[in-house]
């Protein structure tokens, strides 16, 4: 009897474990840097978005901002951080001006490093910083883009439309995982693109 109880509560349990977000289970070995990589931008809601700032007094300086991010649906992740963007925003101005910009996610964000004990600055509590461009996506990558960014974040589909919001990816060129200790990891574009998450 109780075997039977522990079948028939076992797919319940795998369906909790699989929808917790940034459960344990999830992450990927830490020695398998392009896969952590992947897990983390896919586990992420948000991050922060570094950009050369364009204004005054700042001019030319560092300027880093909170973005509701999303690489694809639950368990549909693609690896490219879409973003929901108008140029009313300070740090779209920015972009105007110089695409280029950092992006950085932390799995301090989901409850995965609060339940190990292991604090945001702790390479265990693993964070990606990527480096790229920012661009406007066109074509078909508008429907994979609005399908990412609106299944995540369903607010999004009623912001004010004469906000005149746009879809954009960051175009990967760089990426560095802190996940444990010894410094940091790098792992190429090809890679992460190439990691089954
Ligand atoms: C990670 O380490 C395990 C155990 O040592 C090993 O079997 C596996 O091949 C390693 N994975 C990678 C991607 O290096
Ligand atoms: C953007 O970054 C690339 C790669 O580091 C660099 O070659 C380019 O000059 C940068 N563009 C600007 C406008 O700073």
């Known amino acids: ?73 639950r368990r549909a992740g693609t690896g490219t951080p879409y973003f929901y963007l108008t140029a009313m925003e300070i740090s779209v101005q920015d972009l105007q001006v110089n695409p280029n910009a950092s992006f950085t996610a932390s799995l301090a964000q989901t409850h995965y490093c609060k339940k190990e004990g292991f604090d945001p600055q702790s390479p265990l509590c693993a964070h990606v910083i990527l480096f790229g461009n920012i661009q406007q996506v066109s074509g078909t990558e508008i429907d994979t883009a609005k399908l990412a960014l609106f299944t995540r974040h369903p607010e999004m589909a009623s912001w004010p439309r004469d906000h005149n919001w746009f879809f954009a990816k960051l175009n990967i060129m760089n990426i560095w995982l802190l996940d444990y200790f010894g410094g940091i990891k790098t792992v190429t574009p090809e890679e992460y693109y190439k990691a089954k998450p």
């Open 1 to 73: 009897m109780a075997a039977l109880g522990v079948s028939l509560w076992a797919p319940v349990l795998v369906l909790a474990l699989a929808l917790a977000p940034g459960c344990l289970a999830g992450l990927p070995p830490r020695n398998d840097t392009a896969r952590v990589a992947r897990y983390v931008i896919h586990e992420c809601d948000w991050g922060a978005l570094a950009t050369i700032s364009s204004h005054s007094p700042v001019t030319g300086q560092p300027f880093n901002n909170v973005f509701s991010v999303s690489d694809g649906s």
